[in-house]
């Protein structure tokens, strides 16, 4: 008789782990091949005796499938992720009743609720042979179908108000209609539904944005319909998923929670030797590293490619490595077969020193928090030592065989996105350019010789109404450069547009570099008035250390000024986090006129101000 | 080592969540309230990756007492 469970490797890997955190990055890498549920129930049970803090997340799980027998996977992905979660399985079948206001999921309140479907409880005609329908018949499904779960969606929207609820349809056990002819058929049931998946997703998209989709699709592409499904369950007890494919099913599933509510990774921090490349460039010089059209330099070229998709979906790439620094500028600047250069790092790190410190100076340098990074490294040993001083760092510990090493990355959780815009596919481009401004105001030395070198154009709009939800954006996400930090929605900017009484001054600045971008944004009102209020006075922290706040400021006062104001009334309102700010009137000559309160008398507003030398100032004002 | 009742016995307390006295070479499903149809599949997934054989459908349906369970992994 064979034994093919062994809760000793499980335990084994505890006893070498000291945090949840740590044992929890192992045991994902395990929960990708076969781990049976004896091994996952011991999982559990040890990641529940640490005592790290969880937190709790209440799911509710309606089906139209037996749903329950999937309890184990939910229970253990949640904790792998730091989340306790309280489940409730809605009586088989009942989704309908469920999702009446006033029901039991209703009451349970939950954070997120899944609705795990099948194609024909939306819309019984999916059942039907869609060959045997005329085109006008199959045009009018897809319509049918979006109306039939825009109702429902409606519904559960009362019925579970503020859940996040996510769609899944399961993918189909019998294969197609046309069979092998059906990819060349006018009416091929896979284009059909990769037609109605369209349809679904915008409709999700525009109608309920708070609200996903997941292509149950995925399981068969990546474990295959045997390996994923299971015939015997099926038919017998309406449960459709084999083992791993529960498995996989509830980990996709879990994304949801866990890229909404636990800290981004941003930056993905990269390792040079057998990393990027093959073999060590300090000892076998650029002509003896790996990385090319033959193996194994074709898998470190695949992998920059990988990096590179990764790039455009909105993450920051970094270098930290231990090597002599112009070694691996040769090979990023000089090596024909490099996929990554220069102008895809936001930073880059090669010196001899241990890789925390570098990683903590990384985080300083590009302001972002530790936990938002993501390490990646072939030594055993680098890793180890980034896991125990830095703990809040993820940590991928790339596999010796270049085989490997392509994929190395594609199943983190980490990396996957809820949203994707233009801003996520540039976001590269602004942390590069900082980079090389840095550069520049080393070899400067003197603050203004730098700042002219910049040659910075400063384009500033008054009450421009094009840039509506960009200027609600900054007004929710600055933290430290904001004096007052108000937040407003898009319906507030527009109000504020509206309103003889406001007015709306933002700008955006560009330099030899390239654009930032709108970056300020100031807020007044009492504009009829003799004494103008400001409201809101912010800067992204993109720009701070180029005086662009003084320059603005000043533009802004001559402004007022030219409309006959008298004085300009100010505040700071203090934070946790806008300290940087809190001499910023006084230094900008408002005198205090109470607690925290400024106020700045127009007839003693300087003809010029030093910052704005350093400016080709634009402005433009709507009337 | 356990023998096949011991591994089998340990299943079950894991997976019923009962004291292993309860779990006799005796034990039917009828006399066991925690083994009902849903903890049944899982004792018949768990069987299948602790010994590595692979039930037929119909084996779902009769595999309901220790000394079926016995007899067929022997």
Not at chain 1, 265 to 271: F, G, M, S, W, Y
Not at chain 1, 312 to 327: E, M, Q, T, V
Not at chain 1, 483 to 503: A, G, P, V
Request: proline residues 4%; negative net charge.
């Amino acid at each position: 008789m064979l034994e093919k469970t062994n809760k000793n490797r499980i335990y084994d890997l505890n006893e070498k782990c000291e945090s949840r955190a740590e044992f929890a990055q192992c045991l994902r890498t395990f929960a990708r091949d076969d781990l049976t549920l004896s091994e996952l129930r011991v999982a559990v049970k040890l990641l529940r005796e640490y005592k790290e803090h969880v937190q709790p997340l209440k799911i509710a799980v309606l089906g139209s499938y037996t749903t329950e027998l999937l309890y184990d996977y939910w229970i253990f992905h949640g904790l792998l992720h730091g989340f306790d979660i309280d489940l409730y399985f809605a009586p088989y079948g009942q989704l309908v009743q469920e999702l009446q206001d006033g029901s039991n999921l209703s009451k349970f309140k939950p954070d997120y609720t899944y609705l795990l479907m099948q194609w024909v409880d939306i819309l019984p005609g999916l059942g039907d042979p869609l060959h045997g329908m005329s085109k006008t018949e199959r045009d009018l499904l897809p319509k049918l179908f979006a109306s039939s779960l825009e109702g429902m969606l409606n519904t559960a929207q009362v019925a579970v108000k503020g859940s996040t609820v996510v769609v899944s349809f399961l993918p189909k056990f019998t294969s197609l209609g046309l069979g092998f002819y059906d990819v060349m058929a006018e009416c091929s049931e896979s284009v059909f539904f990769s037609h109605l998946k369209e349809i679904l997703s915008s409709l999700i998209r525009e109608r309920f944005p708070t609200y996903y989709y997941d292509d149950g699709e995925h399981l068969l592409r990546t474990l295959g319909k045997s390996g994923a499904l299971d015939q015997r369950l099926w038919y017998s007890s309406r449960y459709p998923f084999s083992p791993n494919g529960g498995n996989l099913f509830v980990e996709r599933l879990m994304r949801f929670p866990v890229l909404e509510r636990t800290p981004k990774v941003k930056c993905i921090v990269l390792d040079c030797d057998n990393t990027l490349w093959g073999g060590i460039v300090g000892e076998e010089g650029m002509a003896g590293i790996s990385l090319g059209p033959e193996y194994p330099g074709n898998c470190f070229v695949e992998f920059q490619r990988r990096l590179l998709d990764l790039l455009h979906r909105g993450f920051l790439l970094a270098i930290c490595s231990k090597n002599n620094p112009h070694d691996v500028q040769q090979v990023i600047r000089e090596h024909k077969n490099m996929i990554l250069r220069e102008d895809n790092f936001a930073s880059i790190l090669v010196n001899w020193q241990p890789k925390p410190n570098n990683l903590s100076l990384l985080a300083e340098e590009l302001r972002l928090g530790l936990d938002s990074f993501l390490f990646v490294d072939d030594s055993p040993y680098e890793c180890r030592m980034v896991r125990k001083v830095l703990p809040e760092i993820r940590v991928v510990h790339v596999s010796e065989k270049p085989l490997e090493v392509p994929s190395c990355l594609d199943h983190l959780q980490e990396l996957e996105i809820l949203s994707f815009t233009d801003e996520d596919r540039k976001r590269f481009k602004m942390y590069v350019q900082n980079r090389k401004r840095k550069e520049l105001a080393v070899t400067c030395g003197d603050l203004s010789d730098y700042l002219n070198s910049l040659k910075m154009k400063m384009h500033i709009s008054v009450n421009g109404t094009e840039h509506i939800s960009r200027l609600s954006q900054i007004t929710q996400k600055t933290n430290q450069f904001n004096l007052t930090t108000k937040r407003y929605s898009e319906n507030d900017i527009r109000s504020f547009l509206d309103d003889d009484n406001w007015m709306v001054a933002y700008f955006s600045l560009s330099d030899i570099f390239g654009d930032n971008g709108i970056v300020g944004l100031m807020l007044a009102s009492d504009i009829t008035t003799d004494t103008v209020l400001i409201d809101t006075f912010l800067m992204s922290c993109r720009v701070i250390g180029r005086r662009a706040e003084e320059a603005f400021l000043y533009r802004m006062l001559r402004v007022f000024r030219e409309l006959n104001k008298l004085k300009v009334k100010a505040s700071y309102v203090p934070t946790s986090k806008n300290s940087l700010v809190e001499d910023f009137w006084a230094k900008l000559r408002f005198i205090p006129s109470g607690e925290l309160q400024y106020e700045f008398d127009l007839a003693n507003l300087p003809k010029e101000h030093p910052s704005l030398s350093h400016f080709e100032i634009q402005i433009d004002e709507e009337t | 080592m356990l023998n096949t009742f011991e591994k089998i016995q340990a299943l079950m307390v894991e997976i019923f969540q009962v004291p292993e006295e309860k779990i006799t070479p005796e034990l039917k499903q009828e006399d066991l309230e925690n083994w009902d149809s849903l903890q049944h599949l899982n004792l018949m997934l768990a069987l299948e990756q602790e010994f590595g054989v692979t039930l037929d459908v119909d084996d779902l349906n009769t595999l309901t007492s220790v000394p079926a369970i016995l007899k067929y992994l022997e």
